[in-house]
């Protein structure tokens, strides 16, 4: 927006009114009454006197540590159930129903059968069953001792010297040792039957289970009376005594004692003179328009993008609007903790779309937007655009810009140690450094999820050449390398050859691999329009050509860029493969007619037979342009060994150079080295035969 004019001001004056409004309504702003913006800690410059008796409200951490605390000291209530002792007299039913249905002597049938039902037992486990008479005797007797097992109660896992049983509403305490353990009810068992000991150790846990289990509905019923009964109050302040004396240092008995004010004026709906609401609108409006303005500048400057749209600036304002309606709904409507914002969302989306920088730039901004909304305290916006940041700049480290799962790690990793280390200096206790833990878990969560929905919406939007876009056009069932595979074959052939090529050099000099090999790909696409002109499809192309004036011949020549962006618009491919289709030739002149016009004496002017251009303003326009002409070359010379392509490439990068082809790219001379030399392996397996041209080789 280097440019300021009257449509990008438009936009930014309705979304601060938006924003405005919302917090006259939902926020602060809404009640009529004084606000005091006093911190613990600072020297007041003011006295406050109490209008009226109030009660003192405890603090929020206050109230929640007195709550834990006081659920923590109630006992887990504990329930006798007959569902595990029906499940284990069961289990015994359905193992001598196989003894009853295969009366012979145990074998392996019986042990399959067995196994079928659920019970891994062996042949030798369950030899005590040979005869009639000891089976019968042994499932009485284990019908009876686990009866009187589970009657007598079975636990599990509880380390305490005593619980709390529950019958109906009666709770009596008893000793532990009262009850059986699993391992002693398990042993006895086993014990008072020895020749099916074996059988008994591998169905113990079938028929002996624990039956004295905790009873979570009425643990939760127990403590939501013990919270009920905590009250929310301490103490109250008499009207006009001192809260606060002038030129006194805030503490925090203070700050409460102001808070409780606050929720006192808000129950009495006291009302603000019009003075004091007109300045509060006029000096937030200001506040958030100062804001916008310079957000938006600044990206007008950053986005130098020349198919810049006016529509472009709606996500910017619209994601400061979500932003603000996502606190409005957590803080003022829900009256959720501040940290379950996910403010991480549209920041992270910004920092994907538009690059880390305008990413810091942005969350900052958004810091200071969601600041009113959340009573302008300092604790959450230092934990949001520290942590926010932090991991914008691993994206950008680990190039994981579309690693969902890993931008939702590092959100976690960033978040956690921002916490704990302001944990650490304000020294919470524990549970408070939890909990601000799994808020943060939540917000990033809740982050993530919209950072899916709405990158790849914005990355098709504004045609950006994603990892995910780019995979989807190397899929050759694409319409375009479809039509370019059937309709143009030699130049199909010749795109993914260039591809290799371009690719490899691409991992060589640091360069975009992926973009590389795409735009290869489809940087010759509009040959599809007039495929026989082109000598890789059509040997006899030169009689075409010989019909024609040399000027109309380069004309139709470097037509197929235009076509090639045009088809490329119409397919959507993104801005920067079409970049490649339009810059793979640079300015250069197609010497092959231009000589030609020469030789027969027409008039040439250098600017009909030449490119339109622009010059490649990319590494990998520039890889594209040198594979180009060099795989064309290479199959238009007899190549008896490596030193007649190494010449073909370093003739080729000479020429180039010459012609200023690379004086817009951010190109090195090493890059181009080390180019070469990655090159020279690709093009080593390349045998196919090409008409042999001049060697410029413009007709391409």
Not at 635 to 648: Q, R, S, Y
Request: aromatic content about 10%; hydrophobic content about 45%.
């Amino acid at each position: 927006m280097g440019k300021m004019n009257s449509k990008y001001l438009l936009i930014i004056i309705l979304t601060a009114f938006v924003i405005v409004g919302l917090y006259h309504i939902f926020a602060v702003g809404r009640f009529n009454y004084p606000e005091f913006r006093l911190k613990e800690g600072q020297v007041a410059d003011t006295e406050v006197i109490a209008p009226f008796d109030f009660p003192i409200l405890k603090s929020p951490d206050q109230l929640s540590t007195e709550q834990e605390q006081s659920v923590r000291t109630l006992s887990t209530p504990y329930r006798i159930s007959d569902e595990p002792l029906f499940e284990a007299l069961s289990a015994i039913d359905a193992i001598w129903a196989v003894f009853y249905r295969f009366p012979e002597e145990p074998s392996e049938k019986h042990v399959q059968e067995l196994g079928r039902a659920g019970f891994n037992v062996t042949a030798e486990s369950i030899a005590f069953a040979k005869s009639a008479s000891a089976r019968d005797r042994i499932y009485d007797f284990l019908r009876k001792a686990v009866t009187e097992a589970h009657e007598k109660g079975i636990y599990q896992g509880i380390q305490a010297d005593s619980i709390s049983i529950w019958t109906l509403e009666n709770e009596e305490r008893q000793a532990l040792s009262r009850f059986l353990s699993m391992e002693q009810a398990q042993s006895g068992l086993r014990e008072s039957v020895p020749e099916a000991e074996l059988f008994l150790t591998a169905v113990a846990e079938h028929i002996i289970r624990p039956n004295i289990l905790p009873d979570t509905e009425l643990l939760a019923e127990l403590s939501q009376r013990r919270l009920s009964q905590i009250p929310e109050t301490e103490g109250i302040v008499l009207q006009n005594e001192i809260i606060i004396r002038k030129n006194a240092r805030v503490s925090g008995n203070d700050i409460d004692k102001l808070e409780s004010l606050q929720a006192a004026y808000r129950s009495r709906n006291v009302q603000k003179s019009a003075i004091q609401q007109m300045l509060l609108a006029l000096g937030m409006l200001i506040y958030i328009f100062v804001i916008l303005l310079l957000t938006n500048h600044y990206f007008g400057m950053y986005n130098t993008d020349p198919h810049e749209d006016f529509a472009d600036f709606l996500p910017l304002n619209l994601g400061f609007v979500v932003l603000v309606i996502v606190a409005v709904i957590s803080n003022h409507v829900f009256g959720l903790n501040t940290l379950l914002i996910p403010f991480a969302f549209t920041v992270v989306c910004a920092a994907i779309l538009m690059g880390a920088e305008f990413g810091i730039l942005y969350g900052l901004s958004s810091m200071l937007i969601i600041s009113p909304f959340i009573n302008w305290e300092t604790y959450t916006p230092v934990i949001f655009i520290l942590s926010t940041i932090i991991t914008i700049i691993l994206i950008k480290r680990q190039k994981a810009q579309h690693e969902y799962l890993s931008i939702w790690f590092y959100l976690l990793v960033s978040g956690t140690v921002v916490n704990l280390a302001i944990s650490i200096y304000k020294s919470d206790p524990i549970n408070v450094v939890f909990r601000n833990i799994g808020y943060g878990v939540v917000s990033s969560a809740l982050s993530i999820m919209g950072i899916i929905m709405i990158v790849p919406y914005y990355e098709k939007k504004w045609n950006r050449a994603t990892k995910q876009t780019l995979l989807e056009l190397l899929d050759f069932n694409h319409p375009l390398l479809k039509k370019l595979a059937t309709s143009a074959v030699g130049t199909y052939h010749h795109s993914l050859i260039v591809g290799n090529l371009a690719e490899r050099a691409a991992e060589a000099i640091g360069a975009n691999p992926l973009l590389a090999r795409v735009g290869s790909y489809y940087h010759d696409i509009g040959k599809i329009i007039n495929t026989e002109i082109f000598t890789e499809n059509n040997a006899d192309s030169s009689e075409i050509h010989d019909e024609l004036v040399p000027e109309k011949s380069a004309a139709l020549i470097k037509n197929h860029v235009l076509e090639g962006i045009t088809l490329a618009k119409k397919y959507k491919i993104p801005q920067p493969v079409i970049d490649v289709i339009m810059q793979h030739h640079g300015d250069s002149i197609i010497r092959y007619f231009f000589d030609r016009a020469e030789k027969l004496n027409l008039p040439a002017e250098s600017a009909d037979y030449q490119y339109p251009g622009p010059r490649p303003q990319s590494k990998e326009a520039v890889l594209v342009m040198i594979a180009d002409v060099v795989e064309s070359t290479t199959k238009a010379k007899t190549i008896t060994n490596e030193k007649d392509i190494e010449k073909i490439i370093d003739d080729t990068i000479s020429r180039l150079i010459r012609e200023g082809q690379f004086n817009e790219a951010p190109i090195t001379m090493k890059d181009l080295s080390t180019i070469k030399q990655s090159m020279l392996p690709v093009l080593g397996s390349i045998y196919r035969k090409r008409l042999d041209y001049p060697e410029a080789n413009d007709k391409r």
